[in-house]
């Protein structure tokens, strides 16, 4: 039988994040692993002209290095699940950093297209081990009443970082002109990502390591005083023998989570859950807005400021997110992201179509980011850390995020090709981003369960179930 949510959410302990010491520096490495990713998404929207320009690329070279990047996030994605299982999460956290700091640095010194599309490649690298494994940290060290709110807080580093970039690229765009810019200006805002990448190295060195997973190598005791801090005893108990529990089955494989019937479920809603977020077109804009703004009619210094001004509505409605997944639930805030979406990517697409450029085609835009932010950027993270049983969680979360990334390489290297031909442009991009958006809502209303206020294996045994609800 499955336990009634409200009898598990009764056991639960009842906890201060901020006093909690084990939970505050953990909610910061969520935070500044998400800061980094977002760091790493928007700093080539300001960078990406210049970078044209001083190498001479055209529109395909220019979505080479926009996703330069993601050809490394691949890779990172999909070894992520076994290296984070096999050295614990803590220490892959650790190596994350130092792969961000090395990237800031050689990215914003490159001689050549070549050196810096290899610079980039390792904060991919980076980029696609941490957005793995920050979510399941968070998951595993958070109570279940808090898991929600503090998942939605790796999504607030991104945005966090997304809208800083974004300010610091108009920022550096300020201080010199086209030429200085073209020679100089986008290294600087390459580089400055090293600063937030010691941060992580130095929040990293009194965090703990995730209870869960010592208690998967055995190293129970230790695991026991983590949660002890975190709940109390009686809590520590209770999650220890719900985790000795699940570990008493054999550890899944890829090849069992590809093809055993338990978990198609799930996978199915992690897969197209992540490859929706990208193929809504989130992507395009936060990589590209500058240039799809100057392409609407805006100038240049106008595009930077109209890129800073999504930035804040990203960083500002994701804090609706923070507010309202633990209370409305996940449900119902990703069919009300996902109904906005569509209504602003249409409007977006028609005013292209019409030659209406300006505020309109920005508050339609704005729209759109404000409805993801509260929506499809991070309930599909908190999801899929929550949605698959521990043995299997580590490899299902790298096929997940290895998901997200190949349908964010293939938005981001097609959209200056895609607004660039006469045939298609801009209009036609942005109602194909609208129609994947509308078959996400239908998949949402048809498919997604509701996970809030139930602990990690009750959601198990729930999506065993056939309802949504």
Known sequence: ????????????????????????????????????????????????????????????????????AIFGCIPGAMAAGFLSDRFGRRKMLFACALLYALSGVLS?????????????????????????ICPVYIAELAPPLWRGRLGSLFQLGIVSGIFITLFINAKIQGFGDEAWNTASGWRWMLAAEVVPAVLLLIVLVPARESP??????????????????????????????????????EEGSFLELLSHARFRRPLIIAVLLMASSQFSGINAIMYYSTNIFIQGGV??????????????????????????????????????????????LGCSAWMFHAGTHGAGLLLAIIAFIAAFAMALGPIPWILCSEIFPMRIRGRAMSVATFTIWTSCLIVVQTSPMLNDNPHIGPAL???MYAVCSALAFLFVLVMVPETKGRSLEEIEMRLTLDSPR
Do not use: C
């Open 1 to 68: 039988m499955t336990p009634s949510p409200s009898a598990s959410v009764a056991a639960q302990p009842v906890v201060s994040v901020w006093r909690n010491g084990i939970l505050a520096v953990a909610t910061f490495v969520g935070i500044l692993g998400g800061f980094l990713f977002g760091y790493d998404t928007a700093v080539i929207n300001g960078a990406n002209q210049y970078l044209t320009a001083h190498f001479g690329l055209d529109a395909a070279q220019q979505g080479l290095a926009g996703a330069s």
């Open 299 to 344: 100038g240049v210094k106008d595009s930077f400021a109209a890129s800073v001004d999504i930035g804040l509505v990203n960083l500002l409605f994701t804090f609706v997110a923070i507010a309202l997944v633990d209370k409305a639930g996940r449900r119902p805030l990703l069919l009300i992201g996902l109904a906005a979406q569509v209504i602003a």
């Open 108 to 132: 914003a010194v490159p001689s050549t297209f070549a050196e810096f599309f290899a610079a980039r490649l390792l904060s991919g690298l980076a980029i696609g081990i941490s957005s793995m």
């Open 429 to 431: 991009t942005f109602s």
């Open 212 to 249: 869960r997973w010592l208690v998967q190598v055995k190293r129970e005791n230790d695991a026991r005083r983590i949660l002890e801090r975190i709940g109390g005893t009686a809590y520590a108990s209770e999650e220890i023998a719900a985790v000795q529990n699940v570990l008493k089955q």
